[in-house]
């Protein structure tokens, strides 16, 4: 038997091709369509002209990377960054605010519509900010030792790549950080281990900055005391990581302590900086404020908060609610949550740690009746979850999602086979610049 011939890639043209972009993808390229064929074009908005160069070809589609903007969207905008295109960091700020928004909305219905067949019966207006620069909170920043760029470079990756991005400060990171490229580079290369320093994490709540240097190395006791000199004068706490996420520290062995909160219902939550906490504090505030308002929460009502986290959810509804629970994986985050609620002084919320994600046998919280549930999912989604919820009684369900794929396939099945409504759905701009999609749903129970 011969050998099976082997495919040859075709090769990509020279010269840059003209195309009209007829929508956008979910990760922000523009589509367009070259001898029939889906190309997926880096750089462009609906309705434009424009010369694009091959990037990259495939069996089903292929992509690019505008060269040439001939008769550009009046969407269009001058992006703020230079290194735009270039970093990773975002892939929208060439596309006005306002037009991100319109886009990521129509991801939303598009797979709900396809994916899910569902159709919301009312759309939300979406909830956004009032500025969309600087309002990433948390963040994993890449370090890379460069000798012919003159040093270290700080940032995002680069599109499409593992090198760091060479820029000067990052306009959607908080400003205590955004700003603080520079002198962070500055820093590193004043180190002995300079070339050992793979990533720096960014975590802040409403006050304190903390910055996780991770460390390959160990450092010296000189090392130490630069980053110790460092901190204060920058109005930020350093720690440092050797090893796993269990071996971040202080630096100066000082805990510092991370929080944030959540005015409208008086309330104040605690974290550690590797836990999970919304990277923007303003919609968060109003994501918490509309998915109350959802639950339509009555004093006799018992919720159940499905991946609460440390709380986020779950402390809130208990200003409203008769009996809140919260189950969650990870058990730091549950203690972190026990605390919490402990500290503001909340009595009517119970926690469980449990792998939402496994077969769920014997757990104490199933054997009991919620009217109304909460679900805030990962990427993944909820469905192993979704047959329980009529068997706990759940009337109303606000779902929380940061893909538009796993809410649609959700939906899908609490529509079709769990006997809900889709009542309504919205996106909340969580991300600005990025394609980035975070929305929220109500279902209803016929």
Not at 113 to 131: A, C, N, T
Not at 195 to 208: L, R, V, W
Not at 314 to 325: D, E, F, K
Not at 412 to 428: D, P, S, T
């Amino acid at each position: 038997m011969g050998r099976r011939s082997r495919r040859r890639r075709q090769p990509f043209p020279v010269e840059p091709v003209e195309a009209e972009i007829e929508s956008l993808t979910q990760d922000g390229k523009g589509v367009a369509h070259i001898d029939g064929k889906a190309t997926f074009v880096y750089g462009s908005l609906p309705g434009e002209r424009v010369r694009f160069v091959y990037t990259g070809r495939r069996r089903k589609y292929d992509e690019g990377r505008v060269v040439e903007v001939i008769e550009s969207s009046p969407q269009r905008t001058e992006p703020r960054c230079s290194q735009f295109g270039i970093c990773g960091g975002c892939s929208l700020q060439h596309q006005q605010p306002e037009a991100q928004v319109a886009s990521k909305q129509q991801a939303m219905l598009d797979a709900l519509k396809h994916i899910g067949k569902v159709v919301p019966e009312e759309v939300m207006s979406p909830l956004v900010s009032e500025s969309v620069w600087g309002y990433r909170r948390k963040a994993r920043l890449g370090v890379r030792y460069v000798p012919k760029k003159g040093g270290t470079l700080v940032g995002f990756r680069e599109r499409g790549s593992s090198f760091v991005a060479d820029i000067d400060q990052c306009h959607i990171l908080h400003p205590r950080v955004g700003q603080l490229i520079p002198q962070l580079s500055a820093l590193i290369d004043q180190l002995s281990i300079h070339d050992q320093i793979p990533q720096i994490e960014m975590a802040m709540g409403d006050e304190e900055c903390i910055l996780i240097f991770r460390m390959l190395s160990p450092p010296s006791d000189e090392d130490l005391m630069k980053l110790a000199i460092f901190a204060p004068q920058h109005g930020i706490s350093i720690y440092i990581q050797e090893g796993g996420p269990e071996s971040i520290r202080p630096l100066d062995f000082e805990p510092t302590t991370l929080s944030y909160s959540l005015p409208e219902y008086d309330l104040q939550l605690d974290f550690l900086p590797s836990d999970f906490t919304q990277v923007n504090t303003d919609i968060n505030r109003q994501m918490v404020k509309r998915a109350i308002s959802l639950l339509e929460l009555q004093p006799d009502d018992r919720v159940l908060d499905l991946f609460c986290g440390l709380g986020n959810f779950t402390l809130p509804l208990a200003s409203a609610a008769g009996q809140v629970t919260g189950v969650e994986g990870d058990s730091g985050l549950v203690a972190r949550g026990r605390e919490n609620a402990l500290r503001n002084a909340i009595d009517n919320i119970e926690f469980y740690t449990a792998n939402l994600y496994e077969t769920l046998d014997n757990e104490p919280w199933l054997m009991q009746r919620f009217n109304k549930v909460l679900l805030d999912p990962p990427r993944s989604g909820a469905v192993e979850i979704l047959e329980h919820l009529p068997k706990l009684g759940a009337e109303r369900i606000v779902y929380v999602s940061c893909y538009p794929g796993t809410l649609a396939r959700d939906a899908g099945i609490l529509v079709h086979e769990q006997g809900y409504r889709l009542k309504c759905a919205g996106v909340m701009d969580m991300f600005p610049h990025t394609a980035h999609v975070e929305s929220i749903a109500l279902f209803e129970r016929y």
